[in-house]
């Protein structure tokens, strides 16, 4: 221990040292002595501090500078060639009864899995520094907020929180206050697939990560912290948090509905939370405005109301298919100020990834010579961490403490046949039936198969802290009297014709159905009635100016009975895995669809 330098600042040391406060210096403490770190350093979140520990990085490889004049201050990161997405096979909840982890969950027992980290956690930090992160999730002064402390040995780890969450010396004013916090302890180890490991423990709101050093995996507030433990804490608080986006339509009046939406990972969230009207909307005053791109923290305001607060405060999203075309926002956030992971770069250093545009890059990801015959230059789950504030389409409203009323809820995933563009769930009991059966082909974003269908409801399989039975059952609560709840909408913007080409041209156009669901908001649009929900023909949306083949039309507004009966039956062996915890009232509604489906 005589080697461990103690740098803490602020109040810490002092005697005003708050009994919080004394419970995290011990916390820290106890984790130096499991890990053995050569120096401890608290964040403090100051410009200073980032300067210092990316001029480290610069020295020793982990950050590359781009080029300085297309893209000043930002870096490339290039991880460890088997730490490149979330590792959902090495991702536990953690909790005393099995079941209360859910079949949704890989479980360990608490106390198995804490003999199983202490193990690996043993002095891995010799020779590090061990970095002491206090974050906010959520704007610093919000009721919605929560706070966390993550401890890692990784200085790339702090770079990003710091662009990710509030991190430094107001957080951990805040935790001096209120008294709580997720504690999170993350080592990247040796960066051994075969040694690494994502546990939880929502009961003591706790997160041990080791052996990865990759989004996700190690940026602890993020799906650690702000789904898997936070929806834990949401459901004994009567909030929820959830993997959703959130948006702001403006319309030529200059009025705002907000949307809140889930897809799962890779599919499109951060797009569509940045869309550009189409030109046509643009010249007669539509705008969008972005309040976040991945999750979404929402609980009941004093009017009936579900208020909503974006916990982060960047963005961690894919590069590979950014462009001009499909997210011009996006381009424009990322010119400066940024840390790339995993892209591949030009002969002048700029970074560059698949879909970007026609040049041909020099580098790629792994930093080997570019050759198209050797795989992508940018690996397929390539990221960029940028602070929310550079883009252009950044809501006012963003920083609310009491975060945006929500008036629609989407859920939507990849489905190239069956699935129509939107449909509108028949009340709130209907509603999170579609968002339980929502369904998705797999992506990137985690390891494994790509393109094969799953089930992922809400898309939270990956990030549901409990037993799914009871998290549907907290969603069904939510529809009490005096509540004004959004109207909940399933979108698919991947339907494919028998070309197996995209139908629907998505991306700004998206807008289009955007308009017809706050239409139904309003009780202004038409639908007509099926048994899956209320569908929109053709003429019910603003498609003035897209070109749709009648294929596309009659499939991206139809409705095909024999499918979904079929479908109907698929999901019935998919609820009934949660046995007799399923809440009674979902499969009543499962049961009232599938009747109607047969008649
Ligand atoms: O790696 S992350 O989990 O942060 C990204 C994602 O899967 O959405
Ligand atoms: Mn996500």
Known sequence: MAAIRNEIPLDVENTAMGSQLEALNQWVMDVARLTQPDRIQWCDGSDTEFEELVQQMEADGTLLPLNSETHPRSWLHRSHPDDVARVEHLTFVCTTDREDAGPNNHWMAPADARA????????????????????????????????????????????NMR????????????IEREGSFVRGLHSIGELDPDRRFIMHFPEELTIQSYGSGYGGNALLGKKCHALRIASHQARNEGWLAEHMLILGVENPKGETHYIAAAFPSACGKTNLAMLIPPEGYRNA?????????????MRPGPDGRLYAINPEAGFFGVAPGTSEKSNPNALATIQHDTIFTN??????????????????????????????????????NARFTVSARQCPSWSPKAEDAQGVPISA????????SLVPLVFEARDWTHGVLVGAAMGSETTAAATGAVGVMRRDPMAMKPFCGYNFADYFSHWLSFDKPGAKLPKVFHVNWFRKGDDGKFLWPGFGENLRVLEWMIGRVEGKAAAQETPIGALPRAEDIHLDGVALSDEARSVLFGFDRAGWQAEFDSLAGFLDEFGERLPGALKEEHGRIAAELRT
């Open 285 to 297: 005053g539509w705008k969008v405005w972005t309040v976040g791109d991945d999750i979404c923290w």
């Open 343 to 380: 892209v591949g770069v030009t002969a002048d250093n700029q970074p560059w990834w698949e879909g970007l545009d026609n040049r041909v890059p020099s580098i790629d990801w792994r930093g080997n010579a570019y050759d198209f015959n050797a795989g992508p230059a940018a690996h397929p």
């Open 409 to 416: 809820i989407v859920f939507g995933g990849r489905r190239a």
């Open 163 to 174: 662009i990710m969450t509030r991190m430094g010396a107001a957080a951990l004013a805040r």
């Open 116 to 159: 199983k980290m202490d193990a690996l956690f043993e002095g891995c930090m010799r020779g590090r520094t061990m970095y002491v992160i206090p974050y906010c999730m959520g704007p610093i002064d919000s009721p919605l907020s929560r706070c966390g402390v993550e401890i890692t040995d990784s200085p790339y780890v702090v770079a």
